[in-house]
């Protein structure tokens, strides 16, 4: 089985950096888009950055555009989201996600496997 582990999260201030890692394991991720996404109290859960894993290509929210960067270290098998310039509305658990390359990106649906998350607090 796939297993993603989510680490990185913590406690910043409005303006602050924090850097999160998605560690995968259980196949070659070659053919796979990785993507991050978010769910706050009572919301929807909200794409935030994908990355195609043998290119790489990469896609952003628009509201994290500029500010997020996702990354992947092949070697390790480990997706990153740095994220620079937070704001309160960033607060959310974030979550890692795996799903076949051609799927649409932006959609919950395209991502067969998950992480279980780790808690991003951003204090204003």
């Known amino acids: 089985q796939v297993q993603l582990v989510e680490s990185g999260g913590g406690l910043v201030q409005a303006g602050g950096s924090l850097r999160l890692s998605c560690a995968a394991s259980?196949?070659?991720?070659?053919?796979?888009?990785m993507a991050w996404f978010r769910q706050a109290p009572g919301k929807e859960r909200e794409f935030v950055a994908s990355?195609?894993?043998?290119?790489?290509?990469?896609n952003y929210a628009d509201v994290v555009r500029g500010r997020f960067t996702i990354s992947r270290d092949s070697a390790k098998n480990t997706v990153y989201l740095q994220m620079n310039t937070l704001k309160p509305e960033d607060t959310a658990v974030y979550y890692c996600?795996?799903?076949?390359?051609?799927?649409?990106?932006?959609?919950?649906?395209?991502?067969?496997?998950w992480g279980q998350g780790t808690q991003v607090t951003v204090s204003s």
């Open positions: 996600a795996v799903g076949p390359s051609g799927s649409p990106w932006r959609r919950v649906e395209s991502y067969a496997y």
């Open positions: 259980g196949r070659t991720f070659n053919g796979y888009t």
């Open positions: 990355i195609i894993w043998s290119v790489p290509i990469t």
